[in-house]
């Protein structure tokens, strides 16, 4: 398999990744062209819509530096991109002609661009700033402990309320009652009635909860804890077996936990501007859901 076909299969990927146009079959390089000074230095023209490097380059700013300068150092992808952007064009004067951009839907979706334009834009800004080489190996050295490959063996009882679940973790560490017959019979999981409560082996990217993961692997072999909170309930929890693993270098975990970083930063930040404000919530309104 030779570079320049590896190359061409990478860029046409990236060019699937540009949104331009809802694809028309296959955007065709079928307009007429026309001498260089005909243009001047815009790239096409559809109408009297003139198509030049700023729009190409705005067509491409959702790729890295990397990708839109692969893009355009290759003769077939500046073709392709233009093509899409002229399929685009016409499309827009058509939507123009119908006034399209004067009726309710185009109106309430500017209006949800602007938003998500807005929170994304605050968010990455803020991300940006924290999430420094330093800062990012710093938490790395902090949370170490989360990034390796243990192994445990969880059985777990779901109550609604904490004074349930005290009553029941008094039971569960009486050693008087079996701890999976318990789970049986009052878990609030459904899964309950056909597993017992019992998790199987799970590892520190099972998807559950974090705060039940951070206890579960935070405890011994034969652990009895309780009771969490998570957005479920109170778990009671017992360990089974635990497995330790290799601790993953930070190159190793270096997307996960920029993962991590990211969510638990941006979590704080919303939590920090909320303080902020006033916030109030209708629930019959919600409960309603009208």
């Known amino acids: 398999m030779t570079n320049s076909f590896v190359n061409s299969a990478k860029t046409s990927g990236i060019l699937a990744s540009v949104a331009i146009v809802v694809a028309t079959p296959a955007a065709s390089w079928a307009a007429p062209t026309a001498p260089g000074n005909a243009l001047g230095d815009a790239w096409a023209r559809v109408g009297t819509k003139r198509i030049g490097s700023a729009e190409v380059k705005r067509a491409l ?14 003769e077939a992808s500046r073709r392709q991109v233009l093509a899409n952007l002229i399929d685009q064009e016409v499309l827009v004067i058509e939507g123009e002609r119908r006034k399209l951009a004067e009726s309710q839907k185009f109106k309430d979706a500017l209006e949800n661009f602007r938003k998500q334009y807005l929170s994304t834009r605050v968010l990455e800004d803020y991300l940006e700033a924290e999430m420094t080489p330093a800062a990012t190996r710093a938490y790395y050295d902090r949370h170490k402990y989360r990034y390796n490959l243990d192994v ?6 779901l109550l609604q309320d904490e004074k349930t679940a005290l009553q029941m973790l008094e039971r569960a560490k009486s050693g008087k009652e079996d701890f999976q017959d318990l789970a049986e019979r009052f878990s609030r999981d459904p899964s309950a009635k056909n597993n017992r409560g019992d998790m199987g082996l799970i ?26 909170k998570t957005s479920f309930g109170y ?9 330790p ?38 629930n019959p309104r919600v409960a309603k859901g009208d």
């Open 203 to 228: 590892n520190r990217d099972a998807p559950y909860v974090p705060e039940f993961k951070e206890a579960v692997f935070a405890a011994a072999e034969g652990d009895i804890l309780g009771p969490l």
């Open 152 to 157: 445990a063996h969880p059985q777990h009882i």
């Open 245 to 282: 693993g290799k601790t993953l270098s930070f190159e190793e975990s270096e997307l996960k936990l920029r993962n991590d970083m990211r969510q638990e930063l941006s979590a704080a930040y919303i939590a920090k501007l909320k303080r902020g404000l006033e916030i109030l919530v209708n």
């Open 235 to 243: 778990h009671i929890v017992r360990i089974v077996e635990k497995r």
């Open 61 to 74: 700013s959702g790729l890295t530096d990397r990708q839109q300068s692969r893009v355009l150092s290759d």
